[in-house]
């Protein structure tokens, strides 16, 4: 069975546990709380990733894949999470690194800062150059959504569930969504994909 390491509240982790749970693929989880280094130990650092970040999926075999955008590309191949065609593949693409580059540098990071620091956070600081940025990536999004279904293809990929995964909490980071209806629709969409799993289970 494969073991996910995670953490309930990333994002990152919550995309590989939306799509293993979409594709009825069986997984255990085991947790660790980024915020006192449980991902920085010798052990981690030697034996799950180098780089001392979550979500890592270790196999079977023991062999451990990280980057959370390169586990959903490992298994959505060959599924309907992936487009067959080379040129929606390499749309799917363009919104994964969008999504890394664009997106959750500030949605996901304003996120962490409010929900998961002291209020006396020297970090708050950052908060309105993430707000900026990152209400530039909804705008984007906002624009791309409002004559389509999802994001590539009228079809739900991974594209989907890689920005779903901090815009559908982004409120958590202060981000208003009240100004992005094709946004707040399209949440709704991918609410009611079979298999649906939420981020944070009642």
């Given amino acids: 069975m494969y073991i996910l390491h995670d953490n309930p ?12 749970s979409q594709l009825g693929v069986p997984f255990r989880s ?46 959505a191949q060959e599924t309907d999470y992936f487009p067959t065609d080379k040129w929606g593949q390499a749309q799917v693409m363009q919104w994964l690194f969008f999504e890394q580059y664009s997106h959750e540098p500030y949605v996901a990071v304003a996120k962490f800062i409010l929900t998961l620091l002291p209020e006396d956070s020297p970090r708050r600081a950052e908060l309105p150059d993430l707000h900026e940025k990152g209400t530039a990536a909804l705008q984007v999004m906002e624009a791309h959504l409002k004559d389509r279904t999802f994001l590539v293809g009228e079809q739900y990929s991974i594209a989907d569930i890689a920005l779903f995964a901090y815009t559908h909490v982004a409120e958590m980071g202060d981000f208003d969504l009240g100004p992005y209806p094709a946004i707040r629709t399209w949440i709704e969409r991918v609410q009611n994909t079979p298999r649906f799993i939420p981020m944070f289970p009642e």
């Fill in 30 to 75: 085991i947790s660790y709380d980024v915020t006192i280094g449980e991902t920085r130990t010798p052990d981690f650092l030697s034996r799950i990733n180098a780089n001392g970040r979550i979500p890592v999926v270790e196999f079977p075999d023991g062999h451990c894949l990280a980057e959370s955008n390169a586990i959903l590309y490992y298994f």
């Fill in 9 to 20: 509240h990333s994002g990152n982790a919550y995309k590989v546990r939306l799509l293993l």
